[in-house]
């Protein structure tokens, strides 16, 4: 496949970009020090197979800007903090939700709403990873990617992943058509 990575060398961008290119796949990598834009593509998206775009700031404006692109398939990484407890409270709305990332996980909140909404053809996905334990690391396996609006926890209660196994469960998604018009996040 031919695939597009926003944000190639970036925190998780960078492990998506090595996973597709441990998978075999053709990598584009977009940055923005290289002059790539999220928010206006213009046409260096096209003849791409699917686009991942793991971007920091302008998370909103981006999936606007991403969708009128109309990849074929486009996976977005958003922050956690848009997933909500049992009761369904945003984290991001919790009191103890860290006022230094608050801007930010609202941005991305506010850019799953816009997925939501799109009326499109567009084969989205958008990706939150557990909202406080993304820790840089390879893969390690045994991870489990499920269609949710709830952190997924392990059996010690904690929710936590690796970039590298939350690079291969988006890739596994990409390959297999998964997680269509859907958010979804992967943990131990």
Known sequence: MRIAVIGATGFVGSAIAAEVTARGHQLTALTRSGGFDAT???DQLAGHDAVI??????????????LAAEPARLVFVGGGGSLTTPDGT???DLPSFPEQYKREALDAAEALDVFRAAETDVHWSFVSPPPAHLVPGDK????????TD??????DGDSRITTGDLAAAILDAVENGSFRQ???SAAY
């Open 90 to 92: 945003r984290l991001v």
């Open 40 to 42: 206006d593509p213009g």
């Open 150 to 155: 709830v952190p997924l926890v392990g059996a």
């Open 182 to 184: 859907q958010r979804f």
């Open 53 to 66: 775009a793991a971007v920091k700031g302008d998370a909103t404006a981006a999936a606007r800007a991403l």
């Open 140 to 147: 390690a396996g045994g991870y489990r990617a499920e269609a």
